[in-house]
T-cell receptor, first 115, second 113 residues
Framework: GAGVSQSPSNKVTEKGKDVELRCDPI?????LYWYRQSLGQGLEFLIY????????KSGLPSDRFSAERTGGSVSTLTIQRTQQEDSAVYLC?????????????FGEGSWLTVV | AQSVTQLGSHVSVSEGALVLLRCNYS??????LFWYVQYPNQGLQLLLK??????LVKGINGFEAEFKKSETSFHLTKPSAHMSDAAEYFC???????????FGGGTRVLVKP
């Protein structure tokens, strides 16, 4: 597709359940990022992948959060045993590579509500 | 460590008036600076970016920003606000190595007719 594609766009889940959020980056982009946008916390970096390098997981808030990127393209962010404080918009983004200054393109986000 | 401060979480302007959104950064290395806009229920869209070329950067929709190293600022301006400019605006910085964005808290712009 032309842009970063995320699914689902909205997800309501019960506390304690696991959720998976999917991101399909722009074709040809080797760098992929996950951010979280929530009230009171603003926009937070979670994790990023660059080619075949080990991902930078420095922003993941707890070990309940994990992400993988298969085949250097599609990425899945998994949240285990969801808590109410996980409610947020999860934004995926991609860029041509991870060189600073390269434009990072964002998807429209996956809105997660934990009830 | 790097950080970004946006002064004013909400700004109200009249249609046709100047839009000025303030952004100050701190960075231990020369920064790359960005402004993104977020319309309701949408993702982030790049308005403009500074990558050490010209200090005055022109972006989409009539916006521009000026990098001032002495003031560690990257304020966003538009001479004449339009109703369609109502959105939330985010300033962001990356460091020289790696491309992770650090965002400011955002400024929500309301345009009054």
């Amino acid at each position: 597709g032309a842009g970063v594609s995320q699914s689902p766009s909205n997800k309501v889940t019960e506390k304690g359940k696991d959720v998976e959020l999917r991101c399909d980056p722009i074709s040809g982009h080797t760098a992929l990022y996950w951010y979280r946008q929530s009230l009171g916390q603003g926009l937070e970096f979670l994790i990023y992948f660059q080619g075949n390098s080990a991902p930078d997981k420095s922003g993941l808030p707890s070990d309940r959060f994990s992400a993988e990127r298969t085949g250097g393209s599609v990425s899945t962010l998994t949240i285990q045993r969801t808590q109410q404080e996980d409610s947020a918009v999860y934004l995926c983004a991609s860029s041509f590579d991870a060189d600073s200054g390269n434009t990072i393109y964002f998807g429209e986000g996956s809105w997660l509500t934990v009830v | 460590a790097q950080s970004v401060t946006q002064l004013g979480s909400h700004v109200s302007v009249s249609e046709g008036a100047l839009v000025l959104l303030r952004c100050n950064y701190s960075s231990s290395v020369p920064p790359y600076l960005f402004w993104y806009v977020q319309y309701p229920n949408q993702g982030l869209q790049l308005l403009l970016k500074y990558t050490s070329a010209a200090t005055l950067v022109k972006g989409i929709n009539g916006f521009e920003a000026e990098f001032k190293k002495s003031e560690t600022s990257f304020h966003l301006t538009k001479p004449s606000a339009h109703m369609s400019d109502a959105a939330e605006y985010f300033c962001a910085v990356t460091k020289a190595a790696g491309n992770k964005l650090t965002f400011g808290g955002g400024t929500r712009v309301l345009v009054k007719p």
